[in-house]
Structure formats: structure tokens, C-alpha cells
């Protein structure tokens, strides 16, 4: 079996967001990058599949030089091989076209994407990329397994789980679930050296429509000042006539 | 104990110096000690104990001779990768430290740099995984800071040494495989030998009630007649300079590791004064407490970049044992100042267990010790920059 995870470098969850240029740049100063969580609970069980059933497993992302570190960090956790697709990623589309190409390529028999990126929490890539390479598609996806080319794929639903199978080529939406937290790998010191020696291949972008383009972001408004009331009743009171909530 | 939430401040972004496999080394590292050092330290370190669980995972992250070649076992990184992992464990806990700076610098290294093909062959690579637990046996009851004058001492018996003589403050001696023994031959020269746990005469009993290092062991090394094999002698260096320069690579570690503890202290200092209210403010609102905080980020600042420039030297086999002496005395001496001010930052919750800085702080009192005094190494700078050693 041959999987790409496909992989998104997002700030780390305990960055300050900021933005520069008129609020329409996201300020990437000071920013620790991170593998996008919903790809990690997907790459960890990739490499589960890789342990278990001999599966080679690639990863993509689509960015310029600076998400290397983060696909390094994928490949000393036991990624075979890296494709980074050399443009800066502007929208879902945009991604999935990317995408798409490289996997017509590259033959994969399951693609993992993450149910969504934690950066711009659009969720669309692993649909389009379904849809363009014609592949059966589970999204949401809470456990996976795989038997010859069948899989079976248990969904979160509201209150409950679905269970699905599906042919191969297959491509998942994945979340916690696939893996708990507490099965995802830190590198060691071994991972990091073979890494070293893994093929990260740089490939470039094919010309691809721009579908939507972003023109501002806005913060929500800072908390304001706690105020301490001596008093329900005054906290009742202030509930009411200031902040008129009841 | 609470939950770990440090974030690592990076005030100048030094970040940006660092290459990317420096980043991925430390972040593993930092990840770890996380997930497997601070859920149970304080723990370990109330009762005493030496959490031996996280052997595997110490060696899992390279903290066993990560400048070690990968022939040996080794992970044959640079010297600022060794220098961030000692980093982020001395964020978890300065004793836990303390024995992967032993393995790595005090062990490892003396058998790499001065021990024979066969010695490296059979101990490197088990040292490295952790399957073997090595000790550094310098220091005397009667001889610390001036180890030259040790009394420890072997005989040529012909087809072997007979060794006589007692170590004290041994850090990981209770529970080590192997020790690296420093002694004088019959004409009064130091070498090193390597001794295994079960030769006849040779014991480890361990030092009890401490009140720093709890988390790791410390014990004696006595030698009554031990019988050492002769292909056990370290061959390659001898004199006094063999066991000091093992003391240069483990200092450069502690000038790094100390500022894991200085960060750990301040991140919690900091985290705290935002959140405990006071007189109906934050007490971060406070020009004193600000005082304290800004002082402390400006200090593990200056800390790092010491640090860096010393592991640039490093890696250029430049660094000379004065400016180790320099960054240890002073990353020490600053790691410790910003304990005690975080401590007083929590107030009566700095005391308690449920915070690292009390820890931290004690742990201190013994970094700022061995591995050269405070006090020495100023001595060291003093002769260095005047030509007078003014040591005796
Ligand atoms: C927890 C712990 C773990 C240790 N682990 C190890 C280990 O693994 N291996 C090992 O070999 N050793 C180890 N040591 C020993 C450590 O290196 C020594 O404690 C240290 O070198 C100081 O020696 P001392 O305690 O005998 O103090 P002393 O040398 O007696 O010093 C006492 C005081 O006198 C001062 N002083 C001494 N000489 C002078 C001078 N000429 N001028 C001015 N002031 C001076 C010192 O600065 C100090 O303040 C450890 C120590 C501790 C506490």
C-alpha cells in the first residue's frame, strides 16, 4: 500500500495572531510552526500502517522553503519521503489542485489529508481533492483500517459513529480518533538522523486558478476588564443595565 | 504537581540562529520532557529517588552523547544541539541533568577522546542506549576543588592494577554499570581506568538526605584492593588535564542547562503574576514584580547568547576552558538569582510542590557547586585574564 499524508504547517496553538499590511498578511514573525494536528493524529496512523503492513508512506505540502522544518519533523517521526510543492498556499482550491497532480503522479492507493487545518480552518482540501481525482472519499474519519483494497473507516456523527467501507484509492478527512493523543510519536534521536538522509523533492506548482483571495482579518475584541461586585444582587443588577445580557 | 504549560521565551529570537535540525532536536526534546519528565519529577524528587523509567527515552532524545559519532552509537550532532538538550532536561529537573551530562561528558566522552579502540567498541554504543549507566569518580573527601591532590592510587601488580582509595559525591554512583575512576600511579600521575560494578573491593553506598539533586543519585566509590584489568586504563591522555578536560564539556553542558532552569522559573513567575490578583490588579500590574520579570528575561537573554557564541567556539574547537569557566559561573549564578526572585513572585505557592521553582532552586545550590565552585571559576577568569593564578 502506498500513502501520502498530506500535511499542513500551521502556527502552533499558543501563537500570538497578529496581522501586518493593513490587516490582510498574516505577521509570521516570532511564530512557532507545528504539523497541522488533524494531519498528525493521520500521519501517526500512517505510520501504524507502515509498521503493521509494510505500507510506504510520502507526505505533501504545499509551501515555500519555510515548511521544511515541519516536513523534516514528519519524516524523523518515519515518513519515507517528502514532496513540497513550491508555492504559498492561498486557498482550499488552490491546495487541492496542487495536491491532485502530485497524487496522479505518484500512484497513492489512500490519501490521508486532515479534517481541517487549525490556521484557517477552511476544510475544504480533502473534499476537492476527492473530487478531482475521482477517488471514493471519507471525511471526518475517527478510525481506519485496511484490508487488501477494501477499507473501513468509522466516522464521527452528531451523537454518535458511523462505520463505512470503501474501495481504494480512497481519500480520508482525519481527525483525533484515527490515534489518541497519547500514541503520537515525538521523534528520536535515530528518526532525526535518517531523516537527514530522506528525499524531500522541491516540485513546482502547476499554473492553478486562484478561486478566492483573502482581503482582511479582523481580531475578535480583547476582553475587557474584569470588574469584582461585592453583591448577587449588584451582579444581577450590572448583568442587566451594562452589559445587558438578562 | 500541576500541569506543564512552559512556554520557551525567545526574547531576540535566537530562534532565528539556530539551524533546523537544532529546532527539531530541542522541540523533541522539549516535547519529552513534557510528556515523560514533568508528570512525575516532583514526586521523584520528594521521595529521593532516581526515576530510572526514563533511561530509554533520555537515550530516545540523544541526551547519551549526542556529539558522540554514529560509529559508536552516538548521534554525532554538534555541540549547540548538546547544549539545547542539556537546555530543555534542566527544564525538567537539573538532576535529571545531571546524569545525562555524566553519561555524555564524563563518561562517554573520556573513553572516546582517550580510551582505546576495544574500550570505545565495547562501551560506547551501550552508553548511549542506556543499557549502560556509567559515574565519574574525581572528587575525594579530602580533595574537591583541588583535585590534583587526590590520594587515590593503583600499583602495577604485573597483570594487573590494584586500586585503593574512596571517591565522594558521585553523582549516578548508586546505580551505575561502569565508573570512570580518576588515580595516581605509583609516580603520583593521574589516569583514568574503567571499573565495573561487581569487581571484588568495589562498592557505591549511596549519600543520603539531600536537599538538592533529590531526583538523582549520589553516592561514595570506594576501593578496597580492587583488581582492575590493565586493558581497562584509559591509554591516551594522563596528568590532570585528562579529567578536566571531561569537566569542559560537561560545564559548556551545565551553561546551557542552566538556563532551562532559569526559563522554567520565569515562564512560571511570569504565568502567575498575570493571573493572581491582588489589591484588585494583577500582581504583574506591579512596578516590583515587573522589575523582577523584566530583569529575569533580560538575563536568560544575555544567558543564551553566551551560550550560542560559546557553542560556535565549541564547534570550531576553539573554546578555551576560561571562557567555559565564564558561561558556567555565569549561567549558573543567573539561574539561581531568578529562582529565588520567582519564588518570591508565587509567594506561598512558590514553596510548595505544586510549582517547579522551589525545586529548581535547591537543584541550583548544587550546580552552583560541583563542576567547579562559583568561587573557582572566578579564580580561573581572574588567572586568565591576569596571567596570577591565585589558587593556593
Ligand atoms: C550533588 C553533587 C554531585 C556531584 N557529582 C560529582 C561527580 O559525579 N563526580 C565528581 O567527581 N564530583 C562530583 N561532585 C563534587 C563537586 O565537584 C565538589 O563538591 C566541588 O568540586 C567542590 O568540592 P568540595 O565540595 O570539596 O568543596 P571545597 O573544595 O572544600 O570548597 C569549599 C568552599 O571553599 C571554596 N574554595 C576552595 N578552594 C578555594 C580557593 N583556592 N580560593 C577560594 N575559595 C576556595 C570553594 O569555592 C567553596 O566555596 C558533586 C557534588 C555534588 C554536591
Known sequence: ??????????????????????????????????????DEFGLTRAMWFKEKQGATVHIATVGDASVEPTMRKALAIGADEGIRINAVPTDGFFVAEQLA??????????????????????????????????????????????????????????????????QLPLVIGGQKGLVEESDLKIPNMRGIMMARKKALNVVEPIGATTATADKKFEKPEPKGAVKLTESVDELVELLHTEAKVI | MRPDLFEAPDYYNIDDLLSEEHKLVRDAARQWVKRDVSPIIEEYAQKAEFPKQIIKGLSDIGAFGPYIPEEYGGAGLDQISYGLIMQEIERGDSGIRSTASVQSSLVMYPIFAYGTEAQKKKYLPKLASGELMG??????????????????????????????????????????????????????RIHGLILERGMEGFSTPETHNKWSLRASATGELIFDNVKVPKENLLPNKSGLGAPLGCLDSARYGISWGAIGAAMDCYDTALRY????????????????????????????????????RLGQLKNEGKASSAQISMAKRNNVEMALKIAREARQVLGGMGITGEYSIMRHMMNLESVITYEGTHDIHLLITGADITGIPAFS
Open chain 2, 273 to 308: 503574576a498575570k493571573e493572581r490578583i491582588q489589591f484588585g490588579k494583577p500582581i504583574a500590574a506591579f512596578q516590583l514584580q515587573q522589575k523582577k520579570l523584566a530583569e529575569m528575561i533580560t538575563e536568560i537573554t544575555k544567558a543564551q547568547l553566551l551560550a550560542l
Open chain 1, 101 to 166: 497532480h502530485v497524487i496522479k503522479e505518484g500512484a497513492y492507493d489512500l490519501i490521508i489529508a486532515g479534517r481541517e487545518s487549525i490556521d484557517y480552518n477552511g476544510g475544504m482540501v480533502p473534499g476537492i481533492l476527492a473530487g478531482l481525482l475521482g477517488m471514493n472519499f471519507v471525511n471526518t474519519c475517527i478510525g481506519l483500517e485496511v484490508e487488501g483494497d477494501t477499507a473501513t473507516a468509522l466516522r464521527e456523527i452528531d451523537g454518535g459513529k458511523e462505520k463505512v467501507t470503501a
Open chain 1, 1 to 38: 500500500m502506498k500513502i501520502l499524508v498530506c500535511i499542513s504547517n500551521v502556527p502552533d496553538t499558543t501563537s500570538k495572531i497578529n496581522f501586518t499590511e493593513g490587516d490582510t498578511q498574516f505577521d509570521t514573525n516570532g511564530v512557532q510552526f507545528v504539523i497541522n494536528p488533524n
Open chain 2, 135 to 188: 559515574c565519574f569518580g574525581l572528587t575525594e573527601p579530602n580533595h574537591g576543588s583541588n583535585p590534583g591532590g587526590m590520594e587515590t592510587k593503583y600499583k602495577d601488580m604485573g597483570d594487573h592494577f590494584l586500586l585503593n582509595g574512596a571517591k565522594l559525591w558521585i553523582s549516578n554512583a548508586p546505580f551505575a554499570d561502569i565508573a570512570v575512576v580518576w588515580a595516581k600511579n605509583e609516580e603520583g
